[in-house]
């Protein structure tokens, strides 16, 4: 051990002879000259808390029309605002706020829009954490939720209370993919006055155009396909109203949502192939989903694009694509411990939850316990037993059928 005094850097070294300060100084205030110019296809990083105005009056007139754009790191750097413009471009949106997840995205509309007293109509098959912020809402906020049948279509027009401020839609649902009429459904909200949210994740924002039907919010969870890389949480809700941005923003900045400048970078490097990565995807799905319609283990094959799936009528009028998230509901013959041994065999196909990246993905669904309002089996459905949904990455088909098929006759075996 020395028995040397540390120095201190401050007051040891003498001034530098450029610019007059000490070390210290210079290690916080280098004053560098980076030459403009460098043109690049990338966006910048702008990573910072501290945002630096030239004066006080320049500060003080924060928020004034016309002003200051910037003002604090949490809630927008030029990183995530060239995020938020290029996610509006693609879906159609006028302003896109970013949230930390999709659910902090679904959470966001919740307290944005709703008051104790107020009512919201959620649907059966909604993402399941959405349902228990419902459930969350209505237990310590004084709000009442209430679930209708995604298949409904004008039916809600009968659930629409005075006190009804909101309808939410995710198309497809959750899980057990129904695609409702959405038209349907905005008409009704619209003519009570009623605000519409979708969680349209599962298109992206590029299959489904919400807001060319008349719907006043979107959610994304862009930990899926916008990041496409299964390593970003992050999510978005999307709005065309300014009013309406107003409110949701404001209950953004006071719960102090904010997001990364450096996942921001990740998202805004996978956009540029999300289109032709979700392309792929669907061509991808459509094909393992039809040739699991074969199958005789399989009695339904729960995806948009197929005859089976409810709400396929509303898929054809209202998408223009179909991505890698879909449902297979197997014969009642077969228990749950079948099922889950089924999908343990899978090799090429891991367990897991958050999709939307390259790898493909099972999970096994006891359907009826996710469902109180009741809505499962539809009626006349024949034999319908456990659900197991699949995520179609961006493997071969072929090596993701094979795997499928030997896993089918090894643990089902029909
Ligand atoms: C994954 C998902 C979410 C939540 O996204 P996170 O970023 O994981 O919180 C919301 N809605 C749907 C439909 C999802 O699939």
Not at 179 to 202: F, M
Not at 225 to 243: H, I, T
Not at 384 to 391: D, K, M, N, P, W
């Amino acid at each position: 051990m020395s028995d040397q005094t540390p120095t201190d850097p401050s007051t040891s070294a003498t001034p530098s002879e450029d610019d007059g300060a000490y070390p210290q100084t210079l290690a916080v205030q280098p004053g560098l000259q980076i030459p403009p110019g460098f043109d690049s296809f990338s966006p910048p990083t702008w990573r910072g808390s501290t945002v630096v105005f030239r004066n006080l009056a320049e500060l003080r007139a924060y928020g004034d029309a016309g002003t200051t754009y910037w003002r604090y790191g949490l809630h927008a750097t030029p990183t995530s605002e060239t995020l938020c413009q290029h996610l509006a471009k693609l879906e159609g949106a006028r302003d896109t706020l970013l949230l930390p997840s999709g659910l902090a995205a679904i959470s966001l509309v919740y307290f944005a829009l709703l008051r104790s007293g107020d009512d919201v109509l959620v649907p059966d098959n909604v993402y399941g954490p959405n349902r228990e912020h419902g459930e969350w809402l209505a237990r310590d906020f004084g709000v009442t939720v209430r679930y209708y049948d995604p298949m409904i279509g004008a039916g809600i027009a009968a659930l629409i209370r005075p006190n009804t401020r909101l309808i939410w839609m995710e198309s497809p649902g959750s899980v057990t993919m129904e695609v409702p009429d959405s038209e349907a459904i905005v008409a009704a909200a619209r003519e009570r006055g009623v605000l519409t949210a979708i969680d349209n994740t599962w298109s992206a924002g590029l299959y489904f155009r919400p807001f060319d039907k008349g719907i006043d919010i979107s959610v994304q969870a862009l930990t899926k396909y916008q990041s496409g890389g299964s390593d970003v949480l992050m999510g978005a809700v999307l709005s065309r109203d300014e009013a309406l941005h107003a409110r949701l923003k404001r209950t953004r900045m006071l719960m102090g949502w904010g997001v990364s400048a450096d996942d921001c970078f990740l998202v805004l490097r996978a956009l540029p192939s999300l289109p032709v990565r979700l392309a792929a995807h669907d061509r991808a799905a459509r094909e393992v989903a039809e040739w699991l319609s074969q199958r005789p283990e399989v009695v339904k094959v729960l995806h948009p694009a197929l005859q089976d799936c409810p709400g396929h009528a509303f898929w054809r009028r209202d998408f223009s694509g179909a991505s890698g998230l879909f449902a297979i509901v197997l014969h009642d013959r077969y228990t749950r411990a079948q099922v889950d041994a089924f999908v343990e065999a899978l090799e090429r196909f891991a367990i897991g939850w958050s999709w939307g990246g390259a790898h493909s993905l099972a999970l096994p669904y006891h359907v009826p316990s996710m469902r109180p309002a009741g809505s499962w089996p539809p009626e006349g459905w024949q034999h319908a037993g456990e659900l197991v949904r699949l995520y179609i990455g961006l493997e071969d088909t072929r090596d993701l059928i094979a795997d499928l098929r030997r896993a089918l006759e090894t643990k089902l075996g029909a």
